[in-house]
């Protein structure tokens, strides 16, 4: 299967994700359009892997949404994290401060092409007179991360960073998370505390009930010796308190 590239922008950058331009419908310097009209996305939903330079050996991340705006195919993209095992460079903690520092701005596709169409007046007309092929339908396989692309259209539109404001609002959300973390803690240690109470209570009323078991057992006894019965072989005698009934 022969694989197709283009390269596209970048839209905006924050935190370890970016929202880029990933397809638009312009002619490339390799005189071809995609038709978003003719985009398949759902093999690429399944996997929505994130590569360097389309090669699928070296994942950066994957994409958390996709979606057709107008004439441009817009992605969000998230970076990896670095694993704590990871020794030496990380390649997307590489690539996301060149994305984040304005060095590297764009990206491309890789796709496969289902069908085409020579371009027509109006095609031309409408792309431009350069253009001669129209990839009416193709199934989208891969994004990727590079650093020039053949797409004319490739170009910065927006770099965001968290400013100020963004910063001081997650860091009060932080705190009041590990303030929650503590009462938590807290709490919990109160509830042990309660629970450990009341065990020590129960605990004294088993012993005090094993102490003053022998006693009650002791006037059970006394009222039982109160009633004797015997049976005897021939008559039935019922003796109670000095009284005999035959």
Known sequence: MK???????????????????????????????LLLSGADLSIYKKNPVFAMNHDLSQILGKAISIKIVGDKLIAKLKFDVRPDSQVGAFQPDVIYERYKSGSQKQFSVGYNILETRQATKLDKER?????????????????SAVPIGANQGSATLSVKTPDKAEVIEEEELITEEETEE???????????????AEVADIVKELIKELLDKPEEEAVEEEETEEVVVIEPTKSFKKIRTGQIFL
């Open 182 to 196: 503590e009462t938590t803690e807290i709490d919990a240690e109160e509830l042990k505390k309660e629970i450990l």
């Open 127 to 143: 792309f431009g007179k350069d253009t001669e092929i129209v990839i009416t339908k193709w199934q989208l396989l891969e994004i």
């Open 3 to 33: 694989r197709f590239y283009k390269t596209f922008s970048i839209k905006s950058l924050n935190e370890r994700t970016v929202e880029a331009i990933v397809s638009q419908e312009i002619v490339d310097l390799d005189k071809e359009v």
